[in-house]
């Protein structure tokens, strides 16, 4: 259904673009100078500040009440876990030098404590890994923790180069995952183990195994003088809120986007408040779940295959232990399960007593959690941590639950490969159409992450750049 | 001092014309290492907090020769130096240009900017 604004809408956007126009004599004198952003987030105001400094005028429109997109930090709870984006690699150049430059300090993060295992309903000591009856691997693979399973993958990744993951000769690894790693020799336990806490695919027959061999190689390949992972000191989010603060336009904040109309002289987009905003140009750094609520001019094969890229799922319930609860018995405080908690992070709240612990669920088994609302899913996840560590009742307080599927302005926590996807279809969700161009984690080649989206917006600054000289 | 309406209305012009001149041409040699270099190399002869190395005086240097630099043995082992012909071949495709580096990077530019790149840094002191 075609958006149309309200006539009150109109009048406000016709009294903005002729104040517009009396104080900015350069809107006249310089067309072709003018970009839209939509979206706040990494991607979205890098591209904004590289074309600032090259002098274009930049508009940058988000729609929620914040910048930072999937970087989210937690600020209300001790410790101000990070909801969304928490690792900075030591290979994030653009991530570190545009922290550094912005004056947002960083850290080596406090380690997670130790992880022990929950396998088939049993709990595992680490140091037992090897030789429990509950370790479901065959001989030569039961020394393997169940979460360095996929990094075998590395022993034989066809991937020697950035851009390998499209070349048609290597085409035979875009296939499902699970098949896949069956044909290599990974014995159906290890697969198993590896869909139960798959970051890169919703399920391992929907996931490519060329973007499994993808991620292995980006991991597998660090540069610099440092190895070791980073975070912001006061939380990840003081990234794009210093990115923001630079830019000379404030961010226009809880906008949504309607449609993107293409003109004979640029691009007009339509907000849901009615006002429109006229550009010779627009970046579109938002993710797909979200592009698709945009009306666009696009061609019918580039939106038949932005229709189907798939977005990783993920809930997470962030908690605050008072008390470390699994000393007394042994454990580390951190757990690999197979079961509906997934993975369980914990690390010590630097300056304190306390403990941030993450409850991390991956993909599919994010479904039923889902359909719950709020309160339900939250009780639903620490009715199975009470069950699997009755210790942590007394002592664990709920801070925050993230569903990023739930979110309409994400729709899951990062973009996923289908077998087949490898080839043709990144190209395809990136490639400029007329004055719309895109960036976001999604459409980056040689990074995943913060780094991916930096990396985004770059490239399209530059694709800006070059059609408006 | 406060600028006159007059002055004010140089200023604009003159803010305008620069930025019509800047539309005209294709992005500089300093504009492409700001896009594609500058995040993770200096101009400088020191290395710093960036990730990869820095690129002043890079003509006719030994590559994976800046002290206290961790380079990849690809690199290391190259015998390459930075001349025009290997700074293309490099910025142009590093992982045909040397196999296994350690730098994660794809090249957006075209091989036209890529050629202004390559003959501005290569100017740099």
């Not at chain 1, 391992?204 to 975070?231: C, D, H, N, Q």
């Not at chain 1, 666009?296 to 094969?301: A, G, K, M, R, V």
Request: proline fraction near 7%; charge should be negative.
């Amino acid at each position: 259904m075609a958006y149309t604004p309200s006539r009150r809408g109109l009048l406000q956007a016709a009294i903005a673009t002729s104040f517009a126009g009396v104080g900015n004599g350069c809107d006249i004198a310089a067309p072709g100078r003018k970009v839209v952003v939509v979206g706040a987030g990494l991607s979205g105001l890098n591209a904004a500040l590289i074309l600032e400094r090259w002098g274009f005028e930049v508009e940058v429109i988000e729609a929620k009440e914040r910048v930072g997109g999937r970087v989210w930090t937690l600020d209300h709870m001790p410790g101000s876990p990070e909801g969304g984006g928490n690792v900075m690699g030591a290979n994030y150049g653009r991530v570190i030098h545009t922290a550094h430059e912005l004056s947002v300090p960083l850290r080596n993060p406090p380690q997670a404590l130790p992880s022990d295992y929950a396998v088939g309903g049993e709990r595992i000591l680490r140091q037992h890994w090897a030789t429990s009856d509950a370790n479901p691997l065959p001989e030569a693979w039961r020394s393997t923790p169940p979460g360095r399973l996929i990094a075998k993958l590395n022993a034989d990744n066809p991937l020697l180069s950035t851009r390998a993951w499209h070349e048609a000769k290597l085409m035979a690894a875009d296939q499902p995952a699970d098949e896949g790693l069956k044909a290599l020799g990974f014995p159906d336990a290890a697969i198993r183990l590896i869909n139960a806490n798959n970051s890169y695919g919703n399920n391992l027959s929907e996931t490519s195994l060329m973007a499994l061999y993808r991620i292995m190689g980006e991991f597998g390949r660090l540069s610099g003088p440092a190895l070791a992972v980073k975070e912001a000191v006061a939380g990840n989010m003081r990234l794009p809120e210093a990115m923001a603060s630079r830019l000379r336009r404030r961010v226009a904040l809880g906008e949504p986007v309607m449609s993107i109309n293409t003109l004979s002289s640029g691009v007009q987009a339509t907000l849901a408040s009615g006002q429109t905003v006229e550009a010779d140009a627009a970046i579109l750094a938002l993710p797909i779940p979200a592009l698709r609520q945009i009306i666009l001019d696009l061609p019918p094969s580039q939106l038949a295959v932005l229709d189907d890229v798939d977005y990783h799922k993920i809930v997470q319930l962030h908690c605050v232990v008072d008390e470390p609860f699994w000393e007394a018995a042994g454990w580390g405080g951190s757990w690999w399960t197979d079961g509906l908690l997934g993975r369980i992070f914990t690390r010590p709240i630097p300056g304190s007593n306390r403990y941030n612990m993450t409850i991390w669920i991956n993909g599919d088994d994010c479904d039923p959690l889902n359909a719950l609302d709020d309160a339900a899913c939250t009780d639903a996840i620490l009715q199975a941590l009470w069950q699997l560590v009755p210790g942590a009742k007394d002592v664990t307080s709920v801070g925050q639950l993230v569903r990023w599927s739930n979110d309409p302005f994400a729709g899951g926590s990062w973009a996923l490969w289908r077998p087949g996807q490898a080839g043709q279809a990144h190209g395809a969700i990136r490639a400029a159409a007329g004055r719309l161009f895109f960036a976001g984690e999604h459409t980056a080649e040689a990074y995943r992450g913060m780094e991916a989206a930096m990396e985004s917006g770059e490239r399209a600054a530059l694709e800006v750049m070059r059609s408006l000289s | 001092m406060i600028p006159g309406r007059q002055t004010r209305c140089w200023l604009a012009m003159s803010a305008c014309l620069l930025a019509a001149a800047t539309r005209a041409a294709p992005p500089s040699g300093e504009q492409l290492y700001d896009i594609a270099c500058l995040s993770c190399h200096s101009l400088g002869d020191a290395a710093d907090h960036r990730v990869g190395p820095p690129l002043g005086g890079l003509l006719n240097r030994k590559a994976a020769m800046v002290k206290d630099y961790r380079y990849s043995e690809a690199l290391s082992a190259s015998g390459w130096s930075w001349t025009l012909p290997t700074l293309l071949a490099w910025l142009s495709d590093p992982d045909t240009a040397i196999p296994n580096n350690a730098m994660n990077y794809v090249n957006p530019l075209t091989a036209g900017e890529t050629q202004r790149l390559g003959e501005w840094l290569l100017q740099q002191p």
